[in-house]
């Protein structure tokens, strides 16, 4: 069984910055997928980064490009997400998932096999 935790998340003004860690314990796949995910009150989970075993390969939402950064040290089991310029919209719950037995980028939820319980981050005007 993998269980993943997140931290890092707080209340920070529009413009500031956040890094978000991820961190898996327990059993572990040889590979595996990273993603990170946000939900906001009274929408639906959305997708923000995912990054591939070897790290060689990203995917960001257009509304994080230039913004966020994904990283991962799989000699910890450990992934960030460096979040910069953040934005009031940007306030939502934040979810690290593991998607198992690969080493291919998703972007769906669906695919992933894995979720910590979330960390808030609220952006302030």
């Known amino acids: 069984q993998v269980q993943l935790v997140e931290a890092g998340g707080g209340l920070v003004q529009a413009g500031g910055s956040l890094r978000l860690s991820c961190a898996a314990s327990?059993?572990?796949?040889?590979?595996?997928?990273m993603g990170w995910f946000r939900q906001a009150p009274g929408k639906e989970r959305e997708f923000v980064a995912a990054i591939n075993w070897s790290g060689r390969s990203t995917s960001y939402a257009d509304s994080v490009k230039g913004r966020f950064t994904i990283s991962r040290d799989n000699a910890k089991n450990t992934g960030d997400l460096q979040m910069n310029s953040l934005k009031p919209e940007d306030t939502a719950i934040y979810y690290c998932?593991?998607?198992?037995?690969?080493?291919?980028?998703?972007?769906?939820?669906?695919?992933?096999?894995?979720w910590g319980q979330g960390t808030q981050v609220t952006v302030s005007s």
């Open positions: 327990g059993r572990t796949f040889s590979t595996y997928t």
């Open positions: 998932a593991a998607r198992f037995n690969t080493v291919f980028i998703s972007i769906r939820a669906g695919e992933y096999d894995a």
